[in-house]
């Protein structure tokens, strides 16, 4: 997981060519950081290695699907992911969504560990069909500011 992080800092700089700009070299530079206290951790006595690996994989998780607006708190999280049960009165959406996007980190996780095998867009486009498990309609602003509904739905990817 260790090793999965520092990739992914380093691949998300090189995929998105990030340039130094205002406000993104302070993040830049704190990636940098971060990336060398975490190196001069290494190795990990194996019993913290799991407990990091637990903790990345459901604040990575939680974090992401809060964001997009579920509802499910930390502690359901955990469970979920963690014990295969539920609890709470949701909507069965959130937790396929909260399933379907930890399934999506473990094959970034095995992306990130295989360096035979670039990260492609057919690989990202692939991630994002897993990551929407089915389509539902969410709260959203039209550019003027009025109030609307979105169906949001698994994208279909045509080749030309």
Known sequence: MVKLLITM???FRKFFNLKQGKGMTTSIEK???????LTGLLPMKPEYRQRLDKKIRLEFNYNSNHIEGNTLTYGETELLLIFDKTTGNHEMREYEEM??????FEL???LSQDEERPITEAAIKSLYNKLLVRPFWKDAQTIDGQTTRKLMKRYRWYQK
Do not use: G
């Not at 990636?31 to 206290?37: A, Q």
């Not at 399933?99 to 999506?104: G, N, P």
């Open 9 to 11: 800092s380093v691949n």
């Open 31 to 37: 990636i940098e950081i971060l990336e060398k206290e």
């Open 99 to 104: 399933k379907a996007h930890d399934v999506a």
């Open 108 to 110: 970034v996780k095995e």
